[in-house]
């Protein structure tokens, strides 16, 4: 079968324009059941539509409401299979009967005991990269758009909520209908159901979360209105009407998705102290930087997400000020060079910006390359040219390319063009591009208070006590600069840390990531069993991995990790389970 983009899917010969969606949500049987139906334009008379379609049952398939012969092509592990659909030029609609199956890796469905408050079941899907293939049987790729519709149906007492709009209260019923009016890439396709209530933030945004959470959520996300308003003085106006942010269950593996209308949310952003909605900021963002100009394929996602992190530091920088942005680009700076020195030595050719996907899952896409490399390159080109001239070409790049989709080479062309020839021989666009490493003409980013910590661990390193530590002030960004730029510790020196910080733990997700990591490198047993505690209680993927990779690099934490995972495992989502899978597979002890 010919595999283009990640998809068997023949989408430059036909293409599908909408999807109709009727699906029912059965939690007993963990199976969607009910039929997409796809309005497609065969224009090039194509005698086949190929679609993907992986871990879920075609039951049957009807083109133009008569019943036709579909086949199967051989499976991937990966990509799933091609679903082979005989068409003419006529043909105006095919429609797919079909059921997910309860392993469909885009669908979580959580037990009571999984959710916040314990009392009813609980549905996301998770579609990006390539999984609205084990959900929906369509053309899975980003360069393809559609607009949707959709009725689904669940247990009387829950909610559903799309990538659309949606409800603001339950219906009694249970049915829900959907329309999404502008046309999205298949990884934006998003579904979730449970017992969640709304409120309202302001002119076009609001919450959702489980009853219980409610209540902090809409303290912790009460500047997100002021979000909105400051990013589309930045780039223009926002396309999408609401902008609401769902606040998921623990086991959602990611940050957030930003899922257009509504982003879902990991409930570790609701820290108590405001300290971690740059994470909205970051997915707000999306709904220009990914959503609105959308990356061609897997290879380009740094066009995705290296926009958005820049975005995101202008949107933090508005709202908080240029010192505390600038600190929080202090701290994505130190993740990269992490991220740099273990992948150099690793994979070097992953330290590039346009990556080579062929054959790999694009989720090994998903690092701080694409993230912080992609954010400097951006900033490094503000730097050459100024802000004003930037800002301007940016507003333009989002309007012109409204609803369509980029690729590197194109975006290099367009940047030329449009402004980088008024600046001769100032960047190396090759370099940062399709080079390895962080180019010597990187950002240095300047934050005081970064330096403040700096001066702090200087301090501790030459005494060794950490009262010395002066942490008057400090938000959750000063804790992970302290940690994370802390020296080799004895056991010692960890308890007599922990004593003075009460560390472990600690209920903010983000510090006690970095202090379990920490104390795994430095042997730092009395923390195990509060570590446990947490792997086994957060599902956020960047929060798990760190500790999993330190772990078994010896036999001993090897078997720890182990132990956690076989009973953390049914709490986690299944790309989160998947990585973690392959860290203990791989793993290779002293
Ligand atoms: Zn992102």
């Known amino acids: 079968m010919k595999v283009e983009n990640h998809s068997f899917s023949n989408y430059k010969e036909v293409a599908v324009t909408h999807l109709s969606l009727n699906l029912k949500a059965d939690f007993d049987k963990k199976e969607l059941q009910g039929t997409a139906t796809l309005k497609i334009k065969n224009t090039a008379g194509?005698?086949?539509?190929?679609?993907?379609?992986?871990?879920?049952?075609?039951?049957?398939?009807?083109?133009d409401n008569k019943d036709v012969q579909f086949e199967i092509g051989p499976l991937d592990s990966i990509l799933g299979a091609a679903l082979i659909i005989p068409i003419t030029a006529e043909t105006k609609e095919v429609s797919v009967a079909y059921h997910t199956l309860p392993e469909s890796e885009a669908l979580q469905w959580l037990s009571p005991e999984q959710t916040h408050d314990k009392k009813h079941p609980f549905l996301f899907s998770q579609s990006q990269a390539i999984l609205a293939r084990t959900w929906i049987p369509?053309?899975?790729?980003?360069?393809?758009?559609?607009?949707?519709?959709?009725?689904?149906?669940?247990?009387?007492?829950?909610?559903?909520?799309?990538?659309a709009e949606n409800p603001t209260a339950k219906r009694k019923d249970g049915k829900y209908t959907f329309k999404q009016t502008k046309p999205i890439p298949s990884y934006l396709m998003a579904l979730a159901v449970g017992d969640v209530e709304f409120t309202s933030l302001g002119r076009n945004s609001g919450v959702y979360a489980e009853p219980?959470?409610?209540?902090?959520?809409?303290w912790e996300l009460a500047d997100m209105q002021g979000m909105i308003d400051?990013?589309?003085?930045?780039?223009?106006?926002?396309?999408?009407?609401?902008?609401d942010v769902l606040v998921l269950p623990p086991s959602f593996p990611f940050g957030g998705m930003e899922n257009p209308v509504l982003t879902f949310a990991t409930p570790t952003i609701i820290a108590g102290d405001r300290s971690l909605v740059s994470l909205v900021?970051?997915?707000?963002?999306h709904s220009w930087s990914g959503n609105l100009v959308t990356n061609e394929t897997w290879s380009d996602f740094w066009l995705n997400e290296g926009f958005t992190v820049y975005f995101e530091q202008r949107i933090m920088e508005k709202i908080y000020g240029h010192d505390y942005a600038e600190m929080l680009?202090?701290?994505?700076?130190?993740?990269?060079?992490h991220t740099l020195d273990d992948m150099m030595q690793e994979a070097p050719d992953d330290t590039k910006l346009f990556l080579n996907l062929d054959g790999r899952n694009p989720d090994d896409g998903v690092t701080d390359i694409a993230y912080e490399k992609g954010r400097f390159f951006l900033r490094r080109i503000e730097e050459v040219v100024g802000r004003s001239a930037w800002d301007a070409f940016l507003n333009d790049?989002?309007?012109?390319?409204?609803?369509?989709?980029?690729?590197?080479?194109?975006?290099?062309?367009?940047?030329?063009?449009?402004?980088?020839?008024?600046?001769?021989?100032?960047?190396?666009?090759?370099?940062?591009?399709?080079?390895?490493?962080?180019?010597?003409?990187?950002?240095?980013?300047?934050?005081?208070?970064?330096?403040?910590v700096k001066d702090a661990i200087a301090l501790y390193t030459?005494?060794?006590?950490?009262?010395?530590?002066?942490?008057?002030?400090?938000?959750?960004?000063?804790?992970?600069?302290?940690l994370r730029g802390m020296p080799l510790l004895s056991v010692d020196e960890m308890a007599a840390l922990d004593k003075t910080f009460s560390f472990t733990g600690i209920g903010n997700a983000e510090v006690a990531c970095v202090w379990y990591t920490l104390s795994v490198k430095n042997g730092y047993d009395a923390a195990f069993p509060e570590m446990a505690t947490f792997l086994k209680s957060v599902g956020r993927r960047k929060f798990l991995l760190p500790i999993y990779k330190n772990l078994v690099k010896t036999s001993k934490g090897k078997a720890l990790a182990e132990q956690i995972f076989s009973e953390a495992r049914k709490g986690y989502h299944a790309v989160a389970a998947g990585s973690i899978a392959d860290i203990i597979r791989e793993a290779q002890p002293k």
């Not at 369509?138 to 990538?163: G, K, N, W």
């Not at 400051?230 to 902008?243: D, I, K, Q, T």
């Open 138 to 163: 369509l053309q899975d790729c980003p360069a393809v758009r559609f607009i949707y519709d959709a009725t689904i149906e669940v247990p009387p007492h829950l909610m559903a909520m799309m990538s």
């Open 462 to 482: 030459k005494s060794k006590n950490p009262t010395d530590i002066d942490t008057k002030g400090y938000t959750t960004h000063h804790w992970l600069f302290l």
């Open 397 to 452: 790049y989002f309007k012109t390319y409204t609803f369509k989709t980029m690729n590197t080479t194109k975006f290099v062309a367009y940047l030329n063009e449009k402004l980088l020839n008024k600046h001769p021989g100032k960047i190396d666009l090759d370099t940062w591009i399709y080079g390895t490493g962080l180019p010597k003409d990187a950002p240095v980013v300047n934050s005081k208070e970064w330096q403040r």
């Open 281 to 285: 900021a970051h997915e707000l963002a």
């Open 212 to 218: 219980g959470m409610l209540k902090k959520c809409v």
């Open 230 to 243: 400051s990013a589309e003085a930045l780039y223009g106006p926002y396309v999408w009407g609401r902008y």
């Open 46 to 63: 194509a005698k086949q539509l190929i679609l993907d379609h992986k871990t879920l049952k075609v039951d049957n398939v009807a083109v």
């Open 329 to 337: 680009a202090g701290i994505g700076r130190g993740e990269l060079q």
